[in-house]
């Protein structure tokens, strides 16, 4: 009863220590998979495994945690922990050209997570929710290659103009469509394995 209360009134207040230790996971996932070498490259491009848990937590967690699991991992990283890709750290990886794609990451959890709750709150077949879950973090893919995008175009560093821009992300669209898929599927079987994760339907 005592545990009950409390779960209530930290999500009154905030997260409650469940939320939070699942955002702590999550987080760490992230920064694990962001050390570890591509799998393959197709010319330049290389198959990165962290941006599959990037779009695995909203899909799992929502929109608010799954945003608050990014910003965890980006301020940890900006702390000066080597999280980042390759084992980077600090403030210049965020201001440095990659560094919309990361911010992307926030506003494209909050627009799967918040997608993949209105569909489980539906109770859709598990192929229909699959199905909604690829949809959503292809939506997160796309905004994560808008920010790049415009990153590349606004940045003194780089100042591009929109064609070279889009010519520098368009080589990595494939590989994150098949990651969004991944993701989706990852999602499916986590959510069935645990349930509580679903939301409350209406």
């Not at 491009?45 to 962290?50: R, S």
């Not at 799992?60 to 702390?79: H, S």
């Not at 070279?164 to 989706?184: N, R, S, W």
Request: hydrophobic residues 65%; glycine residues 8%.
């Amino acid at each position: 009863m005592t545990t009950r209360t409390e779960n209530r009134t930290a999500r009154r207040s905030g997260f409650a220590a469940s939320d939070l230790a699942l955002i702590a996971v999550f987080a760490a996932l992230i920064a694990v998979f962001a050390l570890i070498p591509a799998l393959f490259t197709v010319g330049a491009v290389p198959f990165a495994l962290h941006l599959i848990i990037v779009l695995l937590a909203p899909l799992v967690l929502g929109a608010t945690r799954g945003a608050a699991t990014i910003l965890l991992y980006l301020l940890v990283g900006v702390a000066g922990l080597p999280v980042f890709s390759g084992g980077s750290s600090g403030p210049a990886v965020l201001i440095g050209a990659t560094g919309g794609y990361l911010i992307g990451w926030i506003f494209a959890a909050l627009a799967s997570g918040a997608i993949r709750t209105a569909a489980a709150r539906r109770r859709p077949s598990k192929a229909a929710f699959t199905a909604w879950l690829f949809v959503a973090a292809l939506v997160g893919v796309v905004i994560i290659h808008a920010f790049g995008v415009a990153w590349f175009m606004a940045s003194p560093n780089l100042r591009m103009s929109l064609g070279p821009a889009l010519l520098a992300t368009a080589p990595f669209l494939p590989f994150d469509v098949v990651k969004a898929l991944i993701a989706a599927l990852l999602a499916v079987a986590v959510l069935s394995a645990f349930p509580r994760l679903m939301p409350a339907s209406r």
